[in-house]
Nanobody, 128 residues
Framework: HVQLVESGGGSVQAGGSLRLSCAASGYTSTIICMAWFRQAPGKEREWVARIYTGGDSTYYADSVKGRFSISQDNAKNTLYLQMDSLKPDDSAMYYC??????????????????????WGQGTQVTVS
């Protein structure tokens, strides 16, 4: 199992920045993809960004492209989300998630939210 714990959320004014962190523990060697999701009250969960542990390929939702940057430090088993030029619409609970290799070498690709097997408890981001 993989355990994820987010941190770094907070309240900022529009145009400000925050860096979220997600510490992974457990069977981290099985992680093939990690991502950030967010969910605002009354809204569906939204995928924000993802990164593949092998190759560091990154992908972003159009709503955050150019403003957010996902990165990872595999040695520290930590995922990051640098958020710049924050907007009120970015306000949400942010979650990190991971897809793990089932054991046969699952190739990295786009994964649906339901395919992420590990989730953190979330960290709140409020932009006013």
């Amino acid at each position: 199992h993989v355990q994820l714990v987010e941190s770094g959320g907070g309240s900022v004014q529009a145009g400000g920045s925050l860096r979220l962190s997600c510490a992974a523990s457990g069977y981290t060697s099985t992680i093939i993809c990690m991502a950030w999701f967010r969910q605002a009250p009354g809204k569906e969960r939204e995928w924000v960004a993802r990164i593949y542990t092998g190759g560091d390929s990154t992908y972003y939702a159009d709503s955050v492209k150019g403003r957010f940057s996902i990165s990872q430090d595999n040695a520290k088993n930590t995922l990051y989300l640098q958020m710049d030029s924050l907007k009120p619409d970015d306000s949400a609970m942010y979650y990190c998630a991971a897809v793990t290799d089932p054991g046969w070498g699952l190739p990295a690709r786009h994964f649906y939210g339901s395919e992420y097997t590990s989730w953190g408890q979330g960290t709140q981001v409020t932009v006013s």
